[in-house]
């Protein structure tokens, strides 16, 4: 006997994620790559520099390795 | 629970954690950044000022923007996977759910990382190693996920096989605690910290932060989990005219 005694009254049903929510996901997570990390992987070094300027106390901030 | 309706709540509460982790930048951790900037320019080294970008000014008022749509990328992103994960999660409300994700996305994100690779103000890092330092947070972001989804997988598992909830939970949470100390000690050591920067301004930089990505964790869990259990209380009592 292992009835789980933590769970709901009524079992939930799965939520329908429709596929484009992955595709959504990513683009949200690169999003966040390209604000906090892109130093040079995917932008010129000009690009990538001004970028990382102009972002440098959030990255700091968010505690993401910076300079 | 509509997909769509759940997508809504994430971006709404992404932009009120954004807004939080942005006052706390603005108010808690610039003045740190300040402090760290004046051990900079005391530097005889400091030469590479003269080729500055952007200007301070331009600096402090985009790190406030980026905090704030850094809020709302991780509110959408946490909306798909809480919408994927809901039935699975521990807690009897949606809200109890709602802080269960954000807890386990805070200890993954923010907790572990702060650990290998903590964070450091301006002054400290060396521009040579900011790949390996990157390499190693993004390391153990994904380590800490893998080993969050397998906890979830070794509960389901000795559900089957443990009687008693208190001892399958003591076994996870033990289980969980080996792999996080076995992580810590492989993982090598990040950069030193240079002499001329003082202690007490690395340990309020990392507080500051810490705090910062507190808010944004705390208040993207408490304002999701109140807009789903909003929704969920509309569907189980439609308009109680």
């Keep these: 006997m292992a009835a ?30 390209l604000l906090l990390q892109e130093n040079g992987a995917l932008l010129t070094q000009a690009q990538a520099g001004y970028l990382h300027e102009l972002t440098h106390d959030a990255r700091h901030a968010l505690g993401v390795p910076c300079h | 629970m509509r997909f769509s309706h759940l997508l809504r709540h994430g971006a709404l509460a992404g932009a009120v954690a954004g807004v939080s982790a942005a006052s706390v930048l603005w108010l808690v951790v610039e003045p740190v950044i300040r402090r760290a900037l004046a051990v900079e320019d005391a530097r005889p080294s400091h030469e590479h000022a003269h080729e500055e970008l952007v200007t301070r000014g331009q ?5 406030i923007l980026t905090a704030g749509i850094v809020g709302v990328l991780f509110g959408v992103a946490f909306a798909v996977v809480f919408a994927k994960a809901r039935h ?38 060396d521009p040579d190693t900011v790949t390996r330092r990157t390499l190693l ?30 001892v399958r939970r003591t076994a996870v949470v033990l289980l969980g605690a ?30 500051a932060s810490l705090a910062q990505l507190a808010a944004m964790w705390g208040a993207l869990g408490l304002v999701f989990g109140l807009l789903v259990d909003q929704e969920e209380a509309t569907v189980r009592e439609p308009v109680a005219v």
């Design chain 2, 178 to 207: 080996a792999a996080v100390t076995a992580l810590l000690v492989v993982m090598p050591a990040p950069d030193p910290i240079p002499g001329d920067v003082p202690a007490a301004l690395i340990w309020d930089f990392r507080m």
């Design chain 1, 4 to 33: 789980p005694s933590s769970a709901a009254a009524t079992p939930l049903s799965p939520v329908v994620v429709p596929l484009w929510a992955w595709a959504l996901l990513a683009l949200a997570l690169f999003g966040v790559y």
């Design chain 2, 137 to 166: 947070y993004l390391l153990t972001i994904l380590v800490g996920a893998l080993l969050a989804g397998l906890l979830f997988a070794a509960d389901r598992w000795l559900g089957g096989r443990v009687g008693r909830d208190a």
């Design chain 2, 59 to 63: 600096q402090v008022v985009a790190g």
């Design chain 2, 88 to 125: 699975r999660l521990p807690g009897r409300t949606d809200q109890g759910r709602v802080a269960v994700l954000a807890a386990i996305g805070y200890a993954v994100f923010i907790l572990l990382p702060a650990l290998t690779v903590p964070a450091n103000p301006p002054s400290v890092g």
